[in-house]
């Protein structure tokens, strides 16, 4: 079960989480999220701490090992450039 905005959503209802990289997220700095793809076709977007030396996402690793949430975590890695390419 994961709670969005007020919102209880179970496992089956979540389709993907996935990392993105945002290069020009705010001005130069790179931007590390986590983006939360429903069965309905909601998005969600996360702030995630950044990668380890192993280039994975903290929160990506850590929903590999959730028996609910192993299936839908997704270990590639997305980037897109600036806040405007999230939304195309």
């Given amino acids: 079960m994961l709670r ?9 209802q979540i389709d993907l989480v996935s990392s993105i990289g945002l290069r020009n997220g705010l001005d130069k700095y790179y ?3 986590v ?7 909601k998005k969600f977007y996360f702030l ?14 850590l929903l590999k090992g959730h028996p609910l949430f192993s299936s839908k975590a ?3 890695q997305i980037e897109k450039d600036g806040f405007a390419s999230l939304f195309q």
Avoid: C, H, V
Wanted: aromatic residues 12%; charged residues 30%; hydrophobic residues 30%.
């Fill in 35 to 41: 983006e939360i793809k429903t069965t309905d076709g």
């Fill in 4 to 12: 969005i905005d007020d919102i209880t959503y179970q496992a089956e």
């Fill in 48 to 61: 995630d701490k950044p990668m380890n030396w192993k280039f994975e996402s903290p929160t990506i690793r």
């Fill in 74 to 76: 997704s270990n590639t």
């Fill in 31 to 33: 931007l590390y999220l």
